[in-house]
């Protein structure tokens, strides 16, 4: 059994970073969210950054797997990567507190940042006593290593092709830096007048049409399969926290898909709540991305309560735009309005809600 343990260790290391980095792929945004989340990076650069770290993480499990310069180079590189991240998850446990999606199996898994970090001491001391083992290893050349570094960073941005962002780079405001007041502009001045919904949107409107009305907003701020999600999404009766079943497609509505762990999202919750507080709109629902166990903290920090629904990744990836959050504002089933993170503000919205529902 002796003989069999450095085996067993080598190859149980070598799937768990197969298979973390594998998972990381799929969605590749949402891996791509966090490290802009973290502030690790912005959205101009996180697309290569994050496929490299992928592609990283799955090369160093092939090696182990392969048995390739272990002891030498690839060991102690394992502990360095996994060290890097537990610092991330230290920092992301002191700003955001231990709830939460680590995202460390992307979305295939979700641990708490705590979860996460003891599961990397296992892994660092497992390395460390099998370090101490008597193992063989091949350490004959270098070209073995190499062509399959090539082959697994090609396959992953083959898999997950690079797809820079339409409607900008700046990516999540970092939580200490939200706006404590949530009744300033932060968009640039005079964005909302320079994108007024189309004339066919407004004929639609008026025609009674209950279909989501295409291109009634630029191209890099929505595209058509986000469109054709949200139709989809609210053909049929949606239930929310009070157990009450919503007809998105009736009426007046304002939907917000946010990210519970998002900066942005929660600059746009406060924002939300400004605006049913000055309106008396009450008609505003929020799809939250996150667990159950994140909402009350959510709530809190927005000081303000509203119906909400917990989304999975495929709902709140087809229906965000690059980054969250996404804002709609619905008129009887129609795309009335969309703002995301750059241009989202009170007073856009003030001037596309009815005049009659505004105290």
């Not at 099998?130 to 004959?140: D, I, M, N, V």
């Not at 917000?256 to 942005?264: D, F, T, V, W, Y």
């Not at 406060?270 to 709109?281: D, I, M, Y």
């Amino acid at each position: 059994m002796k003989n069999f343990r450095p085996v067993l260790i080598r190859i149980l290391i070598g799937l768990l970073f197969v298979f973390s980095g594998s998972v990381k792929l799929f969605p590749a945004i949402a891996f791509e969210m966090q490290l802009v989340m973290h502030g690790i990076t912005n959205w101009l650069l996180v697309v290569i950054l994050a496929r490299f770290i992928i592609a990283v993480e799955i090369f160093t499990g092939l090696m182990f797997l392969l048995n390739y310069n272990l002891k030498r180079f690839f060991m102690p590189f394992a502990i360095l990567l996994l060290s890097l991240f537990s610092l991330d998850l230290v920092i992301t446990v002191s700003l955001r507190g231990f709830s939460g999606d680590c995202g460390c199996f992307g979305q295939a898994i979700r641990m708490t940042p705590l979860e996460a970090l003891a599961k990397n001491i296992v892994l660092i001391f497992l390395l460390f006593y099998f370090g101490k083992l008597k193992t063989t290893e091949h350490q004959r050349s270098l070209q073995v290593p190499a062509a399959a570094f090539i082959i697994v960073f090609i396959a992953v941005f083959a898999a997950s092709p690079v797809q820079y962002y339409k409607i900008g780079y700046q990516g999540f405001t970092p939580e200490k830096e939200i706006h404590t007041e949530v009744r300033s502009n932060t968009s640039q001045p005079g964005y909302a007048e320079k994108n007024p919904l189309q004339k066919d949107a407004a004929e639609n409107l008026r025609s009674g049409n209950n279909s989501l009305i295409r291109n009634t907003q630029p191209k890099e701020e929505i595209q058509t399969e986000k469109i054709e999600y949200l139709n989809e999404f609210i053909s049929s009766p949606v239930i929310f926290s009070d157990e009450r079943k919503v007809l998105l497609n009736k009426g007046e509505k304002i939907i917000a898909a946010l990210n519970m762990e998002c900066g942005s999202c929660l600059d746009a919750a406060r924002r939300l709540a400004v605006l049913k507080s000055e309106t008396g709109f009450s008609e505003i629902y929020l799809l939250l991305y996150g667990t159950q166990q994140e909402v009350p903290a959510f709530f809190k920090k927005i000081n303000f309560n509203f119906e909400y629904k917990i989304i999975d990744d495929k709902t709140f990836f087809s229906l965000i735009s690059g980054s969250p959050p996404a804002v709609f504002l619905l008129k009887e089933g129609g795309l009335a309005g969309f703002w995301n993170y750059r241009t989202f503000n009170l007073d856009s919205v003030k001037k596309k809600l009815s005049k009659k529902i505004i105290r």
